[in-house]
T-cell receptor
């Protein structure tokens, strides 16, 4: 099946620092999604990307859909303590048909912020 | 408000007991999923359903069962055959032109 490699697995950063994480795939995706999971909660969607090359921001978060459609990155600027959590990338292969329901998830990046 | 609801939030199971986790959505989404998450780990797919009365095994289906009698509901039963059921269980739903939405999760503990 499709595989997503998400890196790094974990990061410890100082409050105020910028963070970068990425996902790469052996297959092409038509949609890239980034989720954040707070401890003990379900993942919440942060950013959705639909077009190769697309760069989208949501506050301090910026994500890009790689031009090859096989990768995506997420940047967080000026980190704060509430950024702590696990960040997941997910790729979606098709726009229509049964394949459009299939999401492939990365294994997550666990972010710790030191005040 | 539209959303996806899991219950209960916490569940305790005795050895050899079957337990059922509830997942309900009012988003009119076609597809629903169950994932298992172990501490510090990613999401592993247990079962999914793309249409009522049909479902497919995911990567770790052994010891679990599901039903999809209504579009809104996709309950997961953790059977006594699942030898290591302690985990965080997440339900999600999706349709063709939306992102996946997750429930709040159920933490299952064997006592």
């Amino acid at each position: 099946g499709q595989q997503l490699n998400q890196s790094p697995q974990s990061m410890f950063i100082q409050e105020g620092e910028d963070v970068s994480m990425n996902c790469t795939s052996s297959s092409i995706f038509n949609t890239w999604l980034w989720y954040k999971q707070d401890p003990g909660e379900g993942p919440v969607l942060l950013i959705a990307l639909y077009k190769a090359g697309e760069l989208t921001s949501n506050g301090r978060l910026t994500a890009q859909f790689g031009i090859t459609r096989k990768d995506s990155f997420l940047n967080i600027s000026a980190s704060i303590p509430s950024d702590v959590g696990i960040y997941f990338c997910a790729g979606r292969g098709s726009y229509s048909g049964a394949g459009s329901y299939q999401l492939t998830f990365g294994k997550g990046t666990k972010l710790s912020v030191i005040p | 408000d539209g959303g996806i609801t899991q219950s209960p939030k916490y569940l305790f199971r005795k050895e050899g007991q079957n337990v059922t986790l509830s997942c309900e959505q009012n988003l009119n989404h076609d597809a629903m999923y169950w994932y298992r998450q172990d501490p510090g780990q990613g999401l592993r797919l247990i079962y999914y359903s793309q249409i009522v009365n049909d479902f497919q095994k995911g990567d770790i289906a052994e010891g679990y069962s599901v039903s999809r009698e209504k579009k809104e509901s996709f309950p997961l039963t953790v059977t006594s055959a699942q030898k290591n059921p302690t985990a965080f269980y997440l339900c999600a739903s999706i349709t063709t032109d939306t992102e996946a939405f997750f429930g709040q999760g159920t933490r299952l503990t064997v006592v």
